[in-house]
Structures are given as C-alpha cells and as structure tokens.
C-alpha cells in the first residue's frame, strides 16, 4: 500500500518555474517506478514523466522533454518535478503515481490497476 500526496502547485507566469513534490507513505516506496502525469477538463489525464525505482532510469513525454526534470529520493520517500519554461499550455491539475512496472509507462495509454496509485492531484496554472 502507497498513499502519495502532491504539493508545489500554484500560480506562475510564462517562462518561470515550479517544483512539484510527491510525499509517499509505505516502506515499499523503493519497490515503485513514479510518474507524474496531468490532466485539463475534459480531456483525458496525460503522461509526463516517469523515474525507475533505482532513479537510474527516466522517460518524458516529447511536449515536456528539455524542460521538466524527474527525480526520487528513496531516503526521503519523495519524487520531485522540477518545471522550467513553463507555458500556459502546462495548465492542468499534476497527478502523482506509483507503479511496480516501469515498462507500463512506455504504453501509449497507461491502464492503471490494483498496483498503481495516484495522489489527489495538485493545480499548476501557467499565465500568458
């Protein structure tokens, strides 16, 4: 079991940047590849980025890539997003997950099941 709450979310105009944290609870935090994905009204919720549960490994979605950064401190149970150059398009409420199989993220629709879980989401609104 792995509960996962998000914070950073905010208010940030065009171009600046934001941290994303993700506290997760369970002794198993190690045992899971994080994601981070977001999600706008209306419109299903997308990938963005995923870490092994090493960190040795990461994989992004091509709207983010050379932007957004991923990382895990497994001492610390976190998972952090780091966003620079954000766009007004970045706009959504950012999900945290957790998953045993990192492979899962390489779909190009994540299914979740009985072994994922998600956090409760946190806002980011990028302002023109």
């Known amino acids: 079991q792995v509960q996962l709450l998000e914070s950073g979310g905010g208010l940030v105009q065009a171009g600046g940047s934001l941290r994303l944290s993700c506290a997760a609870s369970?002794?198993?935090?190690?045992?899971?590849?994080m994601g981070w994905f977001r999600q706008v009204p209306e419109k299903e919720r997308e990938f963005v980025a995923v870490i092994s549960w090493s960190g040795g490994t990461t994989y992004y979605a091509d709207s983010v890539k050379g932007r957004f950064t991923i990382s895990r401190d497994n001492a610390k149970n976190t998972v952090s997003l780091q966003m620079n150059s954000l766009k007004p398009e970045d706009t959504a409420v950012y999900y945290c997950?957790?998953?045993?199989?990192?492979?899962?993220?390489?779909?190009?629709?994540?299914?979740?099941?009985?072994?994922?879980?998600w956090g409760q989401g946190t806002q980011v609104t990028v302002s023109s």
């Open positions: 369970g002794r198993t935090f190690s045992r899971y590849a």
């Open positions: 997950n957790a998953d045993p199989r990192f492979s899962r993220y390489m779909s190009s629709s994540f299914v979740s099941d009985g072994n994922t879980y």
